[in-house]
């Protein structure tokens, strides 16, 4: 169908490296209109969120269920051929695309929510249902998914599973990994593991979801998650508080954390993103211009929670510079857009090195106080723009290099070895994927990466699952 193609030049080379009796059983499996081979076709699946991870596949697959997704597993190992698993497409660390010309199986057909359970407040989902849609199955039975991030529109179950995605609520329900009840998955050798009754204590052994929370796709293709549910707690409140300097809003999270029953949220932006995000908004800073941090605290109760929140910033006292709350739906949403548009505003100014760190919270802004001279000794034109989840002491430093270039390599290496040197973690909630394995070592040690390997042997012994992301190569 495909393979005289000019116009897109490397195609023929791709698909020439299939048998076309392998192309065709992957097309009796899934359907011919879900094997997609045209670069017209694959280019979605093949380049990241960021456009900094670009590779090529001769085959996107789009299966309907697990039982397909098993026999392209087993159809796959038996041909040879290396599989990246991929929901949304949203993973920020070169995860989720073929850059090695694997095939690609893709979960977003697999969005089949079941009933509610309301008497458990539990929920089984398809690994391709997206947040967004998640959200809005149980939100009617006043129950909620205790992870929420921007990326809700596209980002699938299960893709949050397996990086084991944090957002902006860890600091009240913990990360993915603290949702999930039960999962389904398709191991490397094409059997499924079912696991999903979601009893509340259940201690018969290793525990799956556990192990695959966080994954990246290198030991299973998640198929279904049972997920905890939480009260959907309908009152809210928002304020946006400005802070003189970096340490006032440290001090202040941690005050905040303490004394607020209610606490739904702890966001920060720092002033590089601050200004960034309001010229792309095109609003101007609403509180504190000329601040070096800003606070956006959430608090939700079942019973309006806005005294607490109003008393708690009295409590602050001079350490809060400034605030504004956000108390009807459109003012908290447009407090909100300030923090949640700063990625899209960075993509707008190039092609940044995303680097997702913790701090230990007594380093936080010692840290934070310190990238930008420290990047610009390696690249003297690198910006760092820096927000994040000062809740869970998670910061997102984003380096953008000259003319919206990519920095260079080296401030990647100054970041991560500083980061590690304060005791804190190379990857809060990203994941590792390509970008970061050279890494892993600053935060693993030798027992802990050989302990990896024996599992990912265990589970995936041809290793043909999402081979370039996570471990580092065994020579390295
Ligand atoms: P993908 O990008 O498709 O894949 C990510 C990884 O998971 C890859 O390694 C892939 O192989 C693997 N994978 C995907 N599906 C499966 C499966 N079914 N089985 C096995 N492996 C699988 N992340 C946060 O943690 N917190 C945030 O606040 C946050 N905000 C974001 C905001 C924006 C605007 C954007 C663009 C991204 C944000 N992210 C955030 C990153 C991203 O949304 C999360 O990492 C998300 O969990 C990825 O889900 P996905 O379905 O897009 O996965
Ligand atoms: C967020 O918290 C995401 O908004 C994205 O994790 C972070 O763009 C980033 O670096
Ligand atoms: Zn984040």
Redesign the pocket.
Known sequence: MCSSSVIYGHKVDLIAMLDTTVVQEFQEIVGTNHALQEEALTATYTAD?TGRFQGKSPMVLRPADTSQVSELVKLAARAGLSI?????????VG??VPLNEEIVIS?LRMDHCEPVDVLAQQVTVG?GTTLANAQAHVSPFNLDIGVD???RD???I???I??N????NVVRYGPMRDQLLGIEAVLSDGSIISHLEGLEKDNTGYNFPGLLAGS??TL???TKARLRLHPRLNERCSAMIAFKTVDDAVVATSQLRRTLPALQAVEVIFGEAMSLVSDHIGASVPVGLGSQAWLIVEVAAANDPTDQLANAIDDLGPLAADVAVGLDTATRNGLWEYREKI??AIATQGTPHKLDVTLPASRLSEFVNEVPSLISTVDGQATAVMFGHLGDGNVHVNILGADGNEPDEGVDDAVLNYVAELGGSISA???I?TAKREFLHLNRTEAELAAFRAIKRGLDPRGIL?PN?LLPPEDS
């Open positions: 969120w990246v698993p991929q929901g949304g497409n949203t993973g920020l995860g989720s979960t690994a991030l921007a990326a596209s980002c699938t299960g893709g949050m397996a990086t995605a944090g957002g902006i990246e796709g299973a293709i998640i990625t899209e909630e990203h994941g994927g999402n992301v």
